[in-house]
């Protein structure tokens, strides 16, 4: 069950998805549910109304990052003759993988943010991400 469109994925894009760009972006999304339920040591198969509204937005966004760096660069650079050009990425994961930053999003959104969370192992996950 994926927990974003492949027509939202299009509109963050700014464009419209080709038959075989959205069978792209319906695997990347499909991708992103998994890494999400991972994220929050779930298994995949939420109910609709179980799903915490975060879940949209990081699919949407690691959809759209898959869709514009399918290898997950963190840069690229290119020279001709005296031309150069380089591309540095701040974050980046490969496919519809999740960032660091995405994890704690989904915890977050899932667990919640106070400290009585009913998982304390994540917690402490999340303050070390933090501090890397």
């Known amino acids: 069950m994926s927990y974003a469109t492949p027509e939202e994925v299009a509109a963050r894009l700014g464009r419209t998805f080709t038959p075989e760009e959205t069978t792209q972006a319906t695997a990347l ?15 995949v198969g939420w109910s609709p109304e179980d799903v915490p509204a975060g879940f949209k937005e990081v699919s949407i966004q690691a959809a759209t990052r898959g869709m514009l760096n ?15 050009h380089g591309t540095n990425y701040a ?8 960032t660091r930053r995405e ?23 999340d303050v070390i991400e933090e501090v890397r």
Do not use: K
């Not at 999304?29 to 991972?38: R, V």
């Not at 704690?104 to 994540?122: D, T």
């Open 29 to 43: 999304l499909e991708g992103a549910a998994d890494s999400i339920a991972a994220a929050c040591g779930h298994e």
């Open 91 to 98: 974050e980046s994961a490969a496919g519809s993988s999740l």
């Open 103 to 125: 994890v704690l999003a989904v915890r977050r959104a899932y667990f919640g943010s106070n400290a009585a969370a009913p998982r304390v192992r994540g917690l402490v996950d």
């Open 70 to 84: 399918p290898a997950g660069q963190t840069s690229e650079s290119e020279q001709l003759g005296s031309y150069q």
